[in-house]
């Protein structure tokens, strides 16, 4: 069984910032693609921004330059570091990971969520 237990959502003002993190527990040989979605109310769930191991990280045009991801492989958690929010940035934010269960079993896991919300 696999778990991801985000954390570090609340409520803050317009420009202010927030750390988003998201760890990942259970029985499993590796994290692999790690992300960061969000979903607002009657809106499609929409990647913010993604990293995989070893690679990259890619980010939703609207959150560049503000929002950047990072991870600690050894403690197989990601962040989500969120700077000058705007009232648009509300959303429930998702944690999003592939996992290597085993030789060539992967599979993609969610997080419960943590709700950001940006006041003006």
């Known amino acids: 069984q696999v778990q991801l237990v985000e954390s570090g959502g609340g409520l803050v003002q317009a420009g202010g910032s927030l750390r988003l993190s998201c760890v990942a527990s259970g029985s499993f040989f590796s994290v692999n693609h790690m992300g960061w979605y969000r979903q607002a109310p009657g809106k499609q769930r929409e990647l913010v921004a993604s990293?995989?191991?070893?690679?990259?990280?890619n980010y939703a045009d609207s959150v560049k330059g503000r929002f950047t991801i990072s991870r600690d492989s050894a403690k197989n958690t990601v962040y989500l570091q969120m700077n000058s929010l705007k009232p648009e940035d509300t959303a429930v934010y998702y944690c999003n990971a592939n996992v290597l269960l085993r030789i060539q079993i992967i599979q993609a896991y969610w997080g419960q969520g943590t709700q950001v919300t940006v006041s003006s």
């Open positions: 990293l995989p191991s070893g690679g990259s990280a």
